[in-house]
């Protein structure tokens, strides 16, 4: 199995243990970013020295409590090459398209916010649009766990 192939599953299985053990979809309190996403893609492109590029389109982003799971399924399987079980944090590079979970219960849980979840998946947009890099190199999942680390520590009160 090819490692990028690993890291995507890696990713899937820690997100299903913490949806399924602080995750109740069915009366889930809704929650979204304190700050725009082109406010964290600012402050994001600011910490990697990179210029604001107005040409390149910020992701759309689509909520978990706003998708279907086929849907997600859909978007989600050309690229992992699996259709998951649950809707997951993850950006879609072909569509321009970002998916969140916004449990408010999953992230008070887990010690996060829902804005360090959008930090990181625009990193692999950074990756993606600024950069040109391919995002089946795994080791750019640590670029974003740090960068989301670091949007966590400094914006995440």
Known sequence: MASSMKMHILKY????????MFSSYSSAQIVRPMA??????????DHKS??????????????SSETSLSEFQKDIEPQWGFKPNVITNAFIWKLNRIYLL???????????????SLAHELTHFIQYAYRG??????????????????????YCK
């Open 13 to 20: 299985g820690l997100s299903v243990i913490f949806i399924g």
């Open 36 to 45: 725009a996403a082109e406010v964290i893609l600012q402050r994001i492109l």
């Open 50 to 63: 990179l210029s604001f590029d107005p040409l390149r389109l910020i992701p759309v982003i689509r909520y």
């Open 102 to 116: 916004d449990d408010a219960k999953y992230y008070t849980s887990t010690g996060r916010c829902i804005d360090d």
């Open 133 to 154: 890099w391919d995002l089946n190199d795994e080791s750019l999942e640590w670029d974003a766990i740090d960068t989301q680390t670091w949007y966590r520590e400094t």
